[in-house]
């Protein structure tokens, strides 16, 4: 199917899966968009008998129109065989009355896997049709660019990028990022918050300059992120299979409606989540959980997006973002994909930091999604009551999702587990009242607590030397960039 993807901002502005993929974002701007997914049904019983790989082969294939079968089939094996610790890949376990769906048992014990592990094989795919190399430029606050790094480390004429904020992210993502290795990979460190790399970032795809440069040297640029459809389509699969899961331990019959409490910063991980349900996954309600940057719990409530305030360094650092970029998307749908007015609010985001959606808008939003905060001190309250009453231990990010969805009357509901506790093992610590003097004592000290292993990869930092210390100015990162695409030649 060709030309199936069209920019939030523009319905002329038309690409194939493959060119979406590529290109990561449309270059007027906006997100690559669907228009008619809400008209894929998704079979729930053949969902409910089928295993991850097949299932993801499935929802993949009527997704990506130009990728075949037998592309989609290698792809889901290279990324999913061998890569992921558990073998149900993101299995559901029950704490409590809530079911938490564990999406950290992939290379870097973070939800971002289960997309980085895949997207480096579609993007592969895609340029063996083009012909082209690619330069992947990332914004992270911690975890997508340990994972994006991990996925594309190696990967034959691809090049990766990342900018993370300097002292912003954890010690363990600090570590995870700044051992990388790879001949392909670059890491900084800039001074700046996640949304000055984000920004600057969108800046560079949309840069003249820099894309003539590239065009130059037969080289695309483009995104690991969310923004990139090919990190969300992957996501998706995990939604039909918590509800697989449900079904099979005879939670809900075929067809009961499920709620989701979805930790989030960027809007990704719950956009997908919208996905699944445009395709036919019966779904009650999606809680979309922040921490003190409220910018989303504020808009869910008042129809009033405002990242005109304090950004607040917290101890779930991944969702410290005041501008949730995959927004833009759900706004195209609920306007029932009114592109001009999606351009007019992301630019008035852009000039103003403010925009404001009509009633019937936020209404059609509201039907669906409800969202909440939960500050640092609520987070480790929350870590430490779970682990007294359950005995197991939740990462601060995980642990948000978990008491917003305990908020909510709705049962049953999955919590989505996006990060092993062990990246955040000295707050986690902390919320459990123990002290510790680094990151390695608290790794160890942790490991004493949780029911399971330190993940190997993670213990293997320890000895692994620092190779990354660059930390440069949001304006110097069209140079790195730059200097990137020589290397690539
Ligand atoms: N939470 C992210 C921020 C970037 O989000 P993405 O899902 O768009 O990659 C991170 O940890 O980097």
């Known amino acids: 199917m060709e030309n ?6 523009d319905p002329k502005c038309a690409v194939s899966a493959k060119q979406a993929i590529l290109k990561g974002i449309a270059p007027d701007g906006g997100l690559f968009v669907w228009p008619d997914v809400d008209k894929v ?3 729930l019983e053949k969902i409910v008998d089928n295993g991850y790989l097949d299932n993801a082969v499935y929802i993949l294939n009527a997704l990506l129109g130009d990728y075949s079968e037998a592309e989609l089939r290698a792809c889901v094996d290279n990324a999913y065989k061998n890569s992921f610790a558990s073998p149900a890949i993101t299995p559901l376990r029950a704490v409590g009355d809530i079911h938490v769906l564990e999406l950290f048992h992939g290379p870097t014990s973070a939800f971002k896997d289960v997309a980085l592990t895949l997207l480096p094989q579609l993007m592969s795919t895609a340029l063996k049709t083009t012909g082209q190399k690619a330069m992947i430029m990332t914004a992270t606050s911690g975890d997508t660019g340990k994972a994006a790094m991990a996925g594309f480390q190696d990967v034959d004429n691809i090049a990766i ?11 363990m993502q600090y570590r995870q990022m700044a051992t990388q290795e790879g001949n392909n990979v670059k890491v900084f460190a800039i001074e700046g918050n996640f949304d000055d790399a984000q920004t600057k970032v969108k800046e560079l795809f949309m840069d003249e300059e820099l894309n003539a440069e590239a065009a130059r040297q037969g080289v695309m640029l483009t995104s690991a992120n969310s923004i990139n459809v090919g990190r969300l389509v992957p996501q998706i699969v ?8 449900l079904v099979r331990e005879g939670v809900v019959a075929l067809g009961d409606k499920v709620s989701f409490s979805v930790p989030t910063g960027n809007f990704g991980d719950v956009l997908a989540g919208y996905y699944a349900s445009m395709m036919g996954l019966p779904v009650e309600k999606f809680y979309v959980a922040s921490n003190s940057n409220k910018v989303l719990t504020d808009f869910l409530k008042t129809g009033v997006y405002d990242k005109n305030r304090a950004f607040v360094q ?21 306007t029932g994909k009114d592109s001009a007015k999606v351009a007019r609010w992301m630019d008035e985001l852009k000039t103003q930091g403010r925009y404001t959606v009509d ?23 929350t870590i430490q009551s779970v682990y007294e009453t359950t005995g197991i231990v939740l990462d601060p990010h995980t642990a948000i999702g978990y008491r917003v969805a305990r908020s909510h009357p709705e049962r049953p509901v999955v919590a989505l587990a996006t990060a092993s506790p062990y990246k955040f093992s000295m707050d986690v610590l902390d919320a459990l009242g123990t002290a510790s003097v680094d990151e390695w004592d608290a790794l160890r000290k942790l490991e004493t607590v949780c029911q399971d ?5 993670l213990a293997a930092l320890e000895t692994k030397p620092i190779r990354h210390r660059d930390v440069i100015e949001v304006g110097q990162m069209k140079e790195v960039v730059r200097q990137g695409l020589e290397a690539l030649l």
């Open 4 to 9: 199936q993807y069209v920019s939030t901002r």
């Open 41 to 43: 049904r998704v079979d």
């Open 161 to 171: 990028e990342v900018f993370y904020p300097h002292n912003k992210v954890s010690a």
């Open 238 to 245: 995990y939604y039909f299979e918590a509800y697989k899961d």
């Open 314 to 334: 917290t101890i779930s650092p991944s969702m410290d973002i005041l501008v949730s970029s995959n927004l833009e998307r759900l706004l195209y749908y609920m």
């Open 359 to 381: 009633d019937a808008t936020l209404a059609r939003i509201r039907s669906l999604f409800d969202g909440d905060f939960v500050t640092d001190e609520q987070t480790k309250e």
């Open 453 to 457: 292993a330190i993940p190997a990869p």
